[in-house]
């Protein structure tokens, strides 16, 4: 689908000198001599290699077009993730690196969004929180409210976030996984 220069969104995916670019950063410019144009920093989905262009407000750039759907958490070996549709039973394997660090959140049954571009997996996005068990944190000190008031914490999933003073191992608490980050205790 074409969508003009200025219609360019960070997220989105370009299909652009015969390559998938996800853009990263996007910034209008209007200089006080000549046309406006857009400044766009994107990465390579399939390459991982960055590239900076510049197009005219007056171009069009081609929006790749994605399939999502549904499907549940089954189980991982050393190098992929394995689930299946709800619907047709069917199941596909995702290799750890499209997941990256989240798929430590991953637990059995839960529903996920999987991007495909040309049949070709490239996205696994995760609710936008989980439950989590807090499996060791440290003792918090009282009266330490001249620095930060949060302290580290291990969860039982291995991945180390920063929790409130009153969060002790073995609460259960939400996480938004965006951006790895404490929302509240259950």
Same mark, same amino acid.
């Given at each position: 689908m074409k969508i003009n220069a200025s219609e360019i969104r960070v997220g989105m995916?370009?299909?652009y000198k015969n390559d998938l670019w996800q853009v990263l950063k996007t910034q209008h410019v209007k200089p006080g001599k000549g046309g406006a144009f857009a400044q766009v920093e994107m990465k390579s989905v399939n390459k991982n290699t960055k590239l900076n262009e510049r197009f005219r407000s007056s171009e069009s750039v081609e929006k790749a077009s994605l399939d999502e759907n549904n499907f549940?958490?089954?189980y991982e070996d050393e190098n992929n993730y394995f689930f299946m549709d709800p619907k047709s039973f069917e199941q596909i394997?995702?290799?750890k690196e499209i997941v990256g660090e989240k798929g430590k959140l991953l637990t059995e049954n839960l529903t996920v969004v999987v991007s495909f571009y040309n049949n070709i997996a490239i996205s696994v996005d995760l609710p936008n929180q989980v439950n989590c068990k807090v499996e060791v944190t440290d !003792?918090?000190?009282k009266g330490q409210t001249v620095s930060s008031s949060y302290k580290p914490a291990t969860l039982s999933n291995g991945l180390n976030i920063q929790v409130p003073p009153f969060i002790e191992a073995g609460d259960e608490i939400i996480l938004d996984t965006r951006k790895l980050e404490y !929302?509240?205790?259950i």
């Open positions: 995916l370009l299909e549940n958490f089954l394997e995702i290799k !003792v918090a000190l !929302v509240k205790k």
